[in-house]
């Protein structure tokens, strides 16, 4: 069973940064696909970045490309978001998700694995 677990929401102004980390436990993931979606009020479910767990390819939705990186490290077993030049177009609950395959997908539905979500919130 793999049970991702997001930290690292908060609040902060238009142009500023924050972190998420995702812990991810329960097996080894050389052979999963982790991403980044995000849902704000109303909103559908949408993709924000993956990463190929053994490969380390990475994948952005254009709206955060340039501005959020995601990175996973291998020892600690947790993937990262970094997210800068925020705006408030990014206010969303963000949730990590996991699914056993290299293939990258964005829609949520391919994905297995769930966090519970993380709330970040960009004030204008």
């Known amino acids: 069973q793999v049970q991702p677990v997001e930290s690292g929401g908060g609040l902060v102004q238009t142009g500023g940064s924050l972190r998420l980390s995702c812990a991810a436990s329960?097996?080894?993931?050389?052979?999963?696909?982790m991403a980044w979606f995000r849902q704000a009020p109303g909103k559908e479910r949408e993709f924000v970045a993956a990463?190929?767990?053994?490969?380390?390819?990475?994948f952005y939705a254009d709206s955060v490309k340039g501005r959020f990186t995601i990175s996973r490290d291998n020892a600690k077993i947790t993937v990262y978001l970094q997210m800068n030049s925020l705006k408030p177009e990014d206010t969303a609950v963000y949730y990590c998700a996991a699914r056993p395959n290299t293939v990258v997908i964005t829609t949520p539905g391919g994905y297995a694995y769930w966090g519970q979500g993380t709330q970040v919130t960009v004030s204008s």
């Open positions: 990463i190929s767990w053994g490969h380390g390819n990475t």
């Open positions: 329960g097996r080894t993931f050389s052979t999963y696909t």
